[in-house]
């Protein structure tokens, strides 16, 4: 549902988009992920998700959202992502780390003890600033 999400927003923009799940994603954009936690507004966030194996331990979800820039002024750009706990299903993350944090499946490359950020992406290679 995120990467749905993240694809409507876009595609509500007038951007390029690209549709598919956290996994697709990763397969299209492995090469291109960048591992900065110093994430440009407008990115994509790529994430582990939180043991979403739905009964499958070789099947993973990740977790997919936006980078929307230095929102309240305190120099760290914010994350917003639809995990449902906002108003309309939005949430608002403080920083990449606090978006991360619930987020230590194993498979994808996270642990209980390192928050499963992977990293960022221009959708579909574009910048879209």
């Given at each position: 549902m995120c990467a749905a999400w993240v694809s409507k927003v876009f595609q509500a923009a007038g951007q390029t988009y690209a549709k598919g799940s956290g996994p697709d994603w990763w397969g299209l954009w492995g090469g291109e992920?960048?591992?900065?936690?110093?994430?440009?507004?407008?990115?994509?966030?790529?994430?582990?998700?939180?043991?979403?194996n739905?009964?499958?331990?070789?099947?993973y979800l990740g977790h997919v959202g936006i980078c929307i820039g230095d929102q309240n002024g305190d120099g760290i750009s914010e994350i917003i992502d639809c995990?449902?706990?906002g108003p309309g299903g939005i949430t608002t993350w403080n920083s990449v780390d606090e978006w991360a944090s619930w987020q230590i499946d194993p498979r994808c490359g996270g642990t209980d003890h390192e928050p499963g950020y992977v990293?960022?992406?221009?959708?579909?290679?574009?910048?879209?600033r």
């Open positions: 992920l960048q591992t900065s936690k110093d994430v440009p507004a407008g990115a994509v966030v790529i994430g582990t998700g939180k043991y979403s739905l009964g499958d331990p070789n099947y995990t449902n706990a990293g960022w992406v221009w959708l579909n290679g574009i910048d879209l």
